[in-house]
Each structure stands twice: as structure tokens, then as C-alpha cells.
């Protein structure tokens, strides 16, 4: 079983930053991918960025380009994400996710199939 853990979710103001980390159990031994995705009110849930555990190749949705950074330490089983230049329309639940099982697939982004999810942390941007 994978457990995921967010922290790092608050209220900035736009064009301020915030850093989201997600704590990760077996991190080391059975993730593939990680990745973060967020959900605004009455939308889907939107993939934001992913990361290979193996080489810690990246992939960010264009919305976020240039002003979010994914990383990891693998040695702690942290996962992390930058986030800089905030935008209202960034705003929503943030999600720590890690590829699942053939039981539990729920998404499917950047190459990787993910199913473990964290509890969310909440992002709100200002105006």
C-alpha cells in the first residue's frame, strides 16, 4: 500500500509563490511516477506535473510551464512542487498522486497511469 501526505497549501497573493510537499510511504521501493494534480470547484481533476522516480524526467501541463518546478529526494520519499508566479487560475485542491495497480487506475497522465492519492491541501490566490 502507498500513503501520500500534502503540506505546504495556503493563501498567497497573485504572483507570490508557495512550495506543496508530499511525504510518500514506499517511495523508494515501489513508486514509479509521481505527480501532482488539482481540482478547482465544479471542474475535473487536472493534471499539473510528473516525475519518474528512475532519471526524474518531468512533464508539466502548458498552463504551468515556466513557472512551476516538480522534484524529489528520493532518499527522504518527498515529493515537492514549486510553484512561483501564482495566478488565480491556479487556485484549487492540490493532490499528491503516485501510479497505482490495475485495481485502482484513475488517471492517466504524462505516460504514467496513476491511483494513489493524497488528502489534498488547499491553494487560494488573491487577487
Known amino acids: 500500500q502507498v500513503q501520500l501526505v500534502e503540506s505546504g497549501g495556503g493563501s498567497v497573493q497573485a504572483g507570490g509563490s508557495l512550495r506543496l510537499t508530499c511525504a510518500a510511504n514506499?517511495?523508494?521501493?515501489?513508486?514509479?511516477?509521481m505527480g501532482w494534480f488539482r481540482q478547482a470547484p465544479g471542474k475535473q481533476r487536472e493534471g499539473v506535473a510528473r516525475?519518474?522516480?528512475?532519471?526524474?524526467?518531468?512533464y508539466y501541463t502548458d498552463s504551468v510551464k515556466g513557472r512551476f518546478t516538480i522534484s524529489q529526494d528520493t532518499d527522504k520519499n518527498m515529493l515537492y512542487l514549486q510553484m512561483n508566479s501564482l495566478k488565480q487560475e491556479d487556485a484549487g485542491i492540490y493532490y499528491c498522486?503516485?501510479?497505482?495497480?490495475?485495481?485502482?487506475?484513475?488517471?492517466?497522465?504524462?505516460?504514467?497511469?496513476?491511483?494513489?492519492w493524497g488528502q489534498g491541501t488547499q491553494v487560494t490566490v488573491s487577487s
Open positions: 516525475i519518474y522516480r528512475r532519471g526524474g524526467s518531468t
Open positions: 498522486a503516485s501510479d497505482g495497480s490495475r485495481a485502482n487506475l484513475s488517471n492517466f497522465y504524462g505516460g504514467c497511469g496513476f491511483g494513489y
Open positions: 514506499g517511495y523508494a521501493h515501489s513508486i514509479y511516477c
